[in-house]
């Protein structure tokens, strides 16, 4: 039996500020346009909202790299702002969670900016410094994530400093005590002014292995053996959970990469009080392919990894349900770039997320089925990973098309793409210009007309997520395949004392026979009726008892 918790049952609605709602014109969406949109949230069925980062920032990385953990970048509004969007998403008894970066800080950092003007204070040891190997040498031969050395040089210091990521992205100094003591006040600070917790961001890298050997080169990236589960990840975890999580009725959500599941849950036992949550992403693409691949997914995969995963559920973890977020292009564009496709493809996948135990995230403009962007040229990409990569490409000796078509499909820009709301003037995004280019498809794809027509995507959402809390067997039942070796079929009940529940689901864009008939009543199908064979990726969820 499941200890029953709210955020188990929540279903997670990401917003990426940016791109969400504009309220003043400038092109940029804002906590108020945020605010203007709640009633349509709670109108989908939304629990709790997870803002990607609103702090003081340069941007370099969208918010990812943060100058002021305590200030609202002004483009997003006020710390007034930021109190009435949280005070009226409560009275609607929806919750808010914080996006924090604590593995680095923008190098605008008061703490960064310190440490290079005194490098006798003690904010230099906030960070990662090492001597260079040599005269212009690098302590060791780190690539960041972003097509760049993991390491700047400083004259201030005669030292170098690590970043994982964008160059202005400074890797913080975990070791360091009194640094984890200003971490854990400012993490206090947010949870007493009400907020609900937090998404973490690369939580799993907090932690570097010492002596930062050289390391190995795996896919663009170099060295990440050495820090993406460090000797002391578990304890500064444990730290934390013990001087901030633990103190309130908080939930964490831990955001990393290079680990596999099985490492993943161990962050999440609840015997070990770490996190309540992680994300795991392997299967976001399939072997052999990445986020700049085309290619049609092969949901058959994606079947073998949630039978793997709903089995690895026990009483002492819970797992988390996610398809789409601001670093991936959307997964509905893997799954099929046909028009007629579209609509099926992504009923499909709100039924499955509905259905299956874990906490459910979904990413704003998912529940609308937005898709890829066609981007004209590189003079389009915003995000800091496209741009580095781009110019990567051009000094590798490709010409600038075939650069900007490998880096399109791609980059993050796809799902930051703004929201479309209306088949207006910038889909209702803003009167201004856009920050990012919006996709050409928002006159037919916006929440206006889906709000107006029974079978769109937006209303099978609202229905399969009224579902999925009216039965709570869908969350906390048990998980029983059905035909588990028929290729192209996915079938599941899911059971407890409340109720018997089935869903069926055919994986691919054909006509498919269905291997087994369960006689129950159709509480939501992805074509309304039932016929003898199951359509183009047909999503079915029945009542048995
Ligand atoms: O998008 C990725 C690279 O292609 C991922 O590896 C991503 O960098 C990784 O999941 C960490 O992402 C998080 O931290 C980054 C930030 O750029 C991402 O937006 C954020 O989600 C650095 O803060
Ligand atoms: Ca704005």
Redesign the pocket.
């Known amino acids: 039996e499941y200890e029953r918790t709210w955020w188990k049952e929540a279903v997670m609605y990401q917003i990426y500020p940016m791109s969400f709602c504009d309220s003043n014109g400038d092109g940029i969406g804002d906590l108020n346009g945020i605010r203007s949109k709640l009633d349509y949230l709670k109108g989908l069925g939304v629990d709790v909202l997870w803002l990607s980062p609103i702090y003081d920032s340069p941007n370099d990385?969208?918010g990812?790299?943060i100058r002021d953990y305590q200030k609202i970048h002004p483009d997003y509004g006020t710390m007034e702002d930021f109190d009435c969007l949280l005070e009226e998403a409560h009275a609607r008894g929806m919750r808010l969670i914080m996006d924090m970066?604590l593995?680095?800080t923008s190098d605008e950092h008061a703490w960064f900016q310190a440490a290079l003007s005194d490098p006798s204070s003690k904010y230099k040891d906030y960070y990662i410094w090492r001597k260079g190997k040599g005269d212009g040498v690098p302590p060791n031969n780190w690539r960041s994530?972003f097509s760049e050395p993991a390491w700047n040089y400083y004259p201030q210091t005669g030292e170098w400093a690590l970043h994982l990521?964008s160059r202005k992205?400074m890797d913080l100094n975990w070791e360091n005590p009194e640094l984890r003591e200003e971490i854990y006040g400012m993490l206090n600070w947010w949870m007493q002014k009400g907020v609900d917790g937090f998404r973490l961001?690369?939580i799993n890298l907090i932690s570097k292995f010492d002596g930062l050997p050289d390391g190995e080169e795996a896919g663009g990236i170099t060295g990440m053996e050495h820090y993406v589960y460090g000797p002391r990840l578990h304890q500064y975890l444990q730290e934390m959970n013990r001087r901030v999580f633990s103190r309130y009725d908080s939930y964490t959500v831990g955001?990393?990469?290079g680990l596999g599941a099985a490492t993943q849950v161990s962050m999440t036992l609840n015997s070990r009080k770490e996190l309540n949550t992680t994300f795991c992403?392997s299967h976001f693409d399939t072997p052999g392919h990445d986020?700049y691949s085309i290619y049609r997914y092969d949901l058959n995969y994606l079947k073998e990894y949630l039978l793997d995963t709903q089995a690895v559920q026990d009483t002492d973890n819970w797992l988390t349900l996610v398809f789409d977020?601001?670093?991936?292009p959307r997964f509905l564009s893997k799954i099929t770039r046909k028009e007629t496709e579209r609509e099926p493809a992504a009923k499909l996948m709100a039924l499955l997320e509905m259905t299956l135990c874990g906490t459910a995230f979904l990413y704003e403009g998912q529940e609308l089925g937005m898709c890829h962007v066609e981007f004209r040229d590189s003079s389009e990409f915003r995000d800091v990973?496209a741009v580095n990569y781009y110019k990567k490409l051009l000094s590798e000796g490709k010409t600038e098309q075939e650069a900007f078509s490998i880096v399109a499909p791609g980059t993050?820009d796809q799902s930051r793409a703004p929201m479309q709301w209306t088949a207006g003037e910038n889909a209702g995004f803003t009167t201004g210009t856009p920050w990012l280019r919006l996709n050409d498809n928002y006159t037919a794809i916006n929440a206006e007309a889906e709000e107006k027509e029974e079978n769109s995507v937006l209303n099978f959402y609202r229905r399969a997520i009224a579902l999925r809390k009216q039965y709570k067997t869908l969350v906390y039942g048990s998980f029983e395949p059905v035909c588990r070796e028929r290729k192209d079929f996915f079938g599941y009940v899911r059971r407890d004392e409340e109720g018997t529940f089935y869903v069926e689901l055919n994986l691919s864009c054909g006509e498919l026979k269905r291997p087994v008939k369960k006689s129950g009543a159709l509480l939501l199908g992805s074509y309304g009726n039932i016929q003898e064979t199951l359509r183009p990726y047909e999503a079915n969820l029945y009542r048995l008892d």
Request: hydrophobic fraction near 20%; glycine fraction near 4%; charge should be negative.
């Open positions: 990385d969208n990812y790299d970066v593995n680095h994530f990521f992205q961001d690369v955001e990393g990469c992403f986020k977020n601001h670093d991936n990973e993050r």
